[in-house]
T-cell receptor, first 114, second 112 residues
Framework: DTAVSQTPKYLVTQMGNDKSIKCEQNLGHDTMYWYKQDSKKFLKIMFSYNNKELIINETVPNRFSPKSPDKAHLNLHINSLELGDSAVYFCASSTEGGSNSPLHFGNGTRLTVT | GDSVTQMEGPVTLSEEAFLTINCTYTATGYPSLFWYVQYPGEGLQLLLK?????DKGSNKGFEATYRKETTSFHLEKGSVQVSDSAVYFC???????????FGKGTRLSVIA
């Protein structure tokens, strides 16, 4: 009965490769997000989707392409991986119920680019 | 734009000590405020929230009060335990479809 699940948990790959991270939520939420957490634990929003439509795209390189096949899924595809992409990536979801609705987070995907 | 500033860590306390982690915010409008906790190797969990001025959020012995006049949302706990060791994030959310804006996190270590 996991609420927000991401796969894989760990991803080790070489520079230049293309990889994907999958996210699914079973909470019935309308909005999903991707956050990047750097080595200093700082969390930065990357993308936000509402009912499969992109609503936020924060100055993220176009090597990162989110895809939302339905409102329960938001996958992240990364092309031509670079060393600086190494981080923990968190998926999250929320309802549309106003600013007081909290975000529910997955357990993260630790990406290491060598 | 909206931003959250929280005290730099790490914070190291002995078991049963009193904890305060300061958090202030800058926002247009009237945001909701949150504290999240991240235990080692895990994702973020909602700890508590407050949605209007003078609201007090509380959970697991932690509490924080939404102070509009000082734009603050400081986290407190009267007696910390070793199991409280984690990174704590203050965050705000300004409207329905906007994401959370996080502070930089404060690492807490509690020693027996």
């Amino acid at each position: 009965d996991t609420a927000v699940s991401q796969t894989p948990k760990y991803l080790v790959t070489q520079m230049g490769n293309d990889k994907s991270i999958k996210c699914e939520q079973n909470l019935g939420h309308d909005t999903m997000y991707w956050y990047k957490q750097d080595s200093k634990k700082f969390l930065k929003i990357m993308f936000s989707y509402n009912n499969k439509e992109l609503i936020i795209n924060e100055t993220v390189p176009n090597r990162f392409s989110p895809k939302s096949p339905d409102k329960a899924h938001l996958n992240l595809h990364i092309n031509s991986l670079e060393l600086g992409d190494s981080a923990v990536y968190f998926c999250a979801s929320s309802t549309e119920g106003g600013s007081n609705s909290p975000l529910h987070f997955g357990n993260g995907t630790r990406l290491t680019v060598t | 734009g909206d931003s959250v500033t929280q005290m730099e860590g790490p914070v190291t306390l002995s078991e049963e000590a009193f904890l305060t982690i300061n958090c202030t915010y800058t926002a247009t409008g009237y945001p909701s405020l949150f504290w999240y906790v991240q235990y080692p190797g895990e994702g973020l969990q909602l700890l508590l929230k407050a949605t209007k001025a003078d609201d007090k959020g509380s959970n697991k012995g932690f509490e924080a009060t939404y102070r509009k006049e000082t734009t603050s949302f400081h986290l407190e706990k009267g007696s910390v335990q070793v199991s409280d060791s984690a990174v704590y994030f203050c965050a705000l959310r300004n409207s329905g479809n906007t994401p959370l804006v996080f502070g930089k996190g404060t690492r807490l270590s509690v020693i027996a």
